[in-house]
Nanobody
Framework: QVQLVESGGGSVQAGGSLRLSCAAY????????MAWFRQAPGKEREAVAT????????YYADSVKGRFTISQDNAKTTLYLQMNSLKPEDTAMYYC???????????????????WGQGTQVTVSS
């Protein structure tokens, strides 16, 4: 059973930065896909970025390209999301997700991931 624990959320002014972390526990195989999703109040959950441990190019939502960077530590136990130039529209609950598969194709689909963290809140004020 894979467990995911997010941290690093908080409140920041527009233009600021935050780094989210997602610690993964209990996974069995070394090749898997991890992603960040977010959900703002009254809106559907949307994919933000995804990374495959096999080394493929990460995917990003158009709304965060050039501002957000997804990465993983060398031990491949923690996923990060570096968020720069934050905007009020980035305000949301951010979730970490995991699946034993490639990230391509259905990477932005919520149903494609088997495991989820509890979320961490990001609030950006103008």
């Amino acid at each position: 059973q894979v467990q995911l624990v997010e941290s690093g959320g908080g409140s920041v002014q527009a233009g600021g930065s935050l780094r989210l972390s997602c610690a993964a526990y209990g996974y069995t195989y070394s090749l898997y896909c991890m992603a960040w999703f977010r959900q703002a109040p009254g809106k559907e959950r949307e994919a933000v970025a995804t990374l495959y441990t096999g080394g493929d190019t990460p995917y990003y939502a158009d709304s965060v390209k050039g501002r957000f960077t997804i990465s993983q530590d060398n031990a491949k136990t923690t996923l990060y999301l570096q968020m720069n130039s934050l905007k009020p529209e980035d305000t949301a609950m951010y979730y970490c997700a995991f699946r034993y598969d490639y990230c391509s194709g259905s990477w932005s689909r919520e149903w494609a991931y088997n495991y989820w963290g509890q979320g961490t809140q990001v609030t950006v004020s103008s």
